[in-house]
């Protein structure tokens, strides 16, 4: 396996554990009414908004995969896992809040927001997802600046998630 499919299937991972933590947890409150409730509060909704960017990032390594043929039966796999804990997830929130509509609605092609970049940086791929750092933003999600660390680029929701839960240093190639 080449380095991008390596780092791709251990942020998949990563990924796949994140979201199955919440399947856990919200799996584990016995009363449904208390499950709104936790859900409903505002932490509850932000970590549901987190979670919703880090499934992004997964929709963004799809894409990279598919773009860049690098398939193989343990990719195919890590991500069928990741769609499965998602959806299983997504029936926590069938309750209808208008909070959670847009989480409830099939997956659109996936859009990274991101900054208007001087024309000699257009075409630069995120280190991480591999996809293409878009020159004009499509859709507010607070990701708004692309991060330049060490001469690549990274989409500021994949470098946080791979920092915070994959590795404490960059991935060096894209």
Not at 98 to 103: E, V
Request: net charge neutral; charged share 15%.
């Amino acid at each position: 396996m080449n380095s991008s499919t390596t780092h791709l299937i251990r942020c998949l991972q990563q990924i796949h554990k994140v979201i199955g933590k919440a399947n856990e947890i919200l799996a584990g409150i016995s009363q449904p009414s208390v499950c709104r409730e936790v859900l409903l509060s505002a932490p509850g909704t932000a970590y549901i908004w987190g979670l919703s960017e880090i499934y992004q990032i997964s929709r963004r390594l799809r894409d990279a995969v598919s773009a860049r043929k690098l398939t193989s039966e343990l990719i195919s796999q890590t991500l069928h896992e990741v769609d499965l804990a998602w959806n299983n997830l997504l029936s926590f929130l069938v309750f209808g809040h208008s909070a959670f509509q847009a989480l409830l609605l099939p997956p659109r092609p996936v859009s990274e927001p991101c900054v208007r970049l001087a024309k000699s940086e257009l075409n630069h791929v995120c280190g991480i997802c591999l996809t293409e750092i878009n020159q004009e933003p499509q859709v507010p999600s607070g990701n708004l600046d692309p991060v330049l660390h060490q001469g690549l680029f990274y989409h500021v929701s994949c470098a946080n998630f791979w920092l915070n839960c994959v590795d404490s240093t960059l991935p060096r190639e894209s």
